[in-house]
């Protein structure tokens, strides 16, 4: 599992230790509140940017995938308000999902213990049957003028592994675009490598209006997490010159996470370990069909460097 699905790069890599010491002669650590910012968090976002399968994505940056799911709640509930849709506030979920443990995504999440026992939850939120597209389309027919976003995982990691039907996602798509409602792919696992493509997104030929990250952004070597908001979210939060979004954490942009992420994704992009994913992926589903057809295990799923037996 690489530790828990994000170190790509391996450990102990010198020159990711070079990094965060040069950034650190430079610039240990300072807010990015406005105005002020600093030129590796300013790169990082343009890097993510050029990267997501999104138009004119802006990038905002945080330090774990938990706070990367709950800026996506909040910023798609406000940017619904700012398009002039206040009542458009429910987030929709699937069953299985994992959204972190932050109170928006432990509310949002399809796994039910990991929702018991922290008292009321954040509000608003339905959780439908895993997989099945005809479940959603039911819940956007009864509230769909309150539906903010849809919030996804294109491949369920935590939940036990579970790769989408063929289309699940597209129609998925589909719904959200026929409602005005938003498309967030949590890629917190999925994302940078781990399914044989930079995003699951990619992988499954999904444009989302949202991605969350973490994880393999960094190969583990500094926690730092994100989302990245194409071009719909955008203009609904552009389209107020006096909007200011009043969201964000003491260490988002830290200098010295974004420089250890760049360094991670150059040497993803040297070493072709995005593709390398691919053959991992066919060595470990070889192995464990092999399992499967000893009856030692029943069946197996997975994709890319993502696989579970059962």
Not at 275 to 297: C, E, F, M, P, Y
Request: glycine residues 12%; negative net charge.
């Amino acid at each position: 599992m690489a530790s828990l699905w994000y170190q790509n790069i391996g450990h102990g890599r010198l020159e990711m230790t070079e990094a965060i010491v040069a950034q650190l002669d430079k610039l240990a650590g300072y807010h990015t509140f406005a105005p002020f910012t600093n030129e590796p968090s300013e790169q990082l976002a343009e890097t993510i940017s050029e990267m997501v399968p999104m138009d004119r994505a802006l990038v905002f940056l945080c330090t774990s995938g938990s706070e990367a799911v709950d800026s996506a709640m909040k910023i798609t509930r406000v940017a619904q308000r700012e398009a002039g849709h206040p009542e458009r506030q429910t987030i929709i979920s699937r069953e299985r999902g994992y959204h972190g443990v932050a109170y928006g995504g432990t509310s949002a999440q399809g796994i039910p213990v990991n929702r018991e026992g922290f008292g009321p939850l954040v509000g608003r939120t339905i959780n439908v049957p895993s997989d099945n597209v005809e479940a959603v389309s039911h819940v956007f027919d009864e509230f769909g003028g309150e539906i903010a976003a849809v919030l996804t995982e294109p491949v369920q990691g935590a939940g036990g592994v579970f790769p989408p039907p063929v289309e699940y996602l597209d129609g998925i798509r589909r719904l959200c675009d026929q409602h005005g409602a938003y498309l967030i792919m949590d890629e917190v696992i999925c994302g940078f490598g781990r399914t044989g493509f930079w995003f699951g997104s990619d992988r499954y030929g999904i444009r989302p209006d949202m991605i969350t990250f973490a994880k393999a952004v960094s190969s583990g070597y500094i926690p730092l997490g994100g989302v990245a908001i194409g071009s719909s979210v955008r203009e609904a939060l552009e389209a107020n010159e006096g909007f200011i979004l009043k969201h964000g954490h003491t260490y988002s942009g830290h200098p010295v996470a974004a420089v250890v992420v760049l360094k991670a994704i150059e040497i993803q992009r040297a070493e072709d370990l995005v593709d390398r994913a691919n053959v991992i992926g066919d060595r470990l589903s070889a192995g464990l069909q092999s399992l499967a057809d000893d009856g030692t295990i029943d069946h197996i799923r997975g994709v890319g460097a993502v696989w579970g037996p059962r």
